[in-house]
């Protein structure tokens, strides 16, 4: 029998809260702290701030975890922050662990039922993390045709592309709307279009964003017609998410298999045998 003292375990629990509550507080963001830097440049020559816009804003990419970040639009969080968080939420299922031997008194199923609620406990920052990332993606391919159709529009009207990214960038809401504002700040600030398109493409990293960008940077070196270009992308866009979006509904009938197995033969099995077995047991 394995003796677990519970003021081992309130210790732990009380520094597994701590750090959790510690990683939520929002850090700095990243874009901020970038916007900042390029704000105290405006000074300088266009040749001086483009090279120095390049330097501060390519710093965003140093590891792949902070790339998971900005794809989900964290930028109040820092892999510091989630690495604290994960040993945090590792300090709970460590103290699920520890409350689980206590009750079954160090059995085999306590230690081993315990050890799996630390594991999954640990695994759930990262999960979020990557829910957040295909919730955010999945926003932005939503919104991207309509966005594209309005900015189609606008350029046919005989608007600049600046100012008709302004007006579509209005009228969007969500991710889309906040990497949009991030992208007309950079251009604003200086950096040159088809760079600041490109950050956004790297932002997002999805392939619908990617092709959009593109078709925009490669029609304005080509003197294409971009409006016409535009309405393509739009319907290219569409078709692909209803592909997607059949290729999910197929999906379906091999995801049920398990629930059925679970619950429903169970249910079914019982309610065609259950009066007969009720039958056979009472005598009847």
């Known amino acids: 029998m394995i003796a677990v003292s519970p003021y081992a375990v309130a210790g732990c629990g009380m ?52 790339q998971q970040l900005i794809e989900a ?10 690495a604290v968080r994960g040993i945090g939420a590792l300090g709970i299922g460590v103290v699920v662990c520890l409350m689980a031997m206590t009750i079954f008194s160090g059995s085999i199923l306590g230690v081993l ?22 919730a955010r ?16 529009s606008t350029v046919q009207a005989g608007l600049a592309l ?20 991030s992208m007309l700040a950079e251009i604003r600030l200086g950096r040159p279009r088809a760079d600041a398109f490109n ?4 932002r997002v990293n999805d392939d619908s964003t990617t092709t959009m960008v593109t078709a925009i940077v490669q029609a304005e070196k080509l003197g294409s017609n971009l409006s016409q270009i535009l309405n393509e992308l739009s319907k290219e866009i569409r078709d692909r998410r209803w592909l997607h979006a059949e290729e999910r509904a197929a999906q379906l009938p091999i995801k049920m298999i398990l629930p059925m197995a679970l619950f429903m033969i169970p249910s079914l099995y ?9 039958r056979l047991v009472s005598g009847r």
């Open 113 to 134: 039922g315990g050890a799996f609620a630390a594991l999954v406990a640990w695994r759930i920052p990262s999960i979020m993390l990557s829910r957040a990332v295909k």
């Open 73 to 82: 639009g964290w930028y109040g969080v820092t892999p510091v922050a989630m």
């Open 162 to 181: 600046n100012a008709a990214l302004v007006q579509a960038t209005d009228t969007s809401h969500g991710p889309l709307r906040a990497e949009l504002t």
């Open 270 to 278: 019982l309610m065609i045998f259950g009066p007969v077995i009720a």
């Open 199 to 202: 950050a956004l493409a790297d």
């Open 15 to 66: 520094i597994s809260a701590f750090l959790i509550v510690f990683s939520a507080f929002p850090a700095r963001s990243p874009m901020a702290a970038r916007l900042k830097k390029l704000e105290r440049i405006n000074e300088k020559s266009v040749h001086q701030r483009i090279k120095m816009i390049d330097h501060i804003v390519t710093k965003e990419r140093h590891s792949r975890l902070q």
């Open 137 to 152: 993606k999945a926003s932005i391919r939503r919104d991207l045709p309509d966005f594209l159709d309005f900015l189609a």
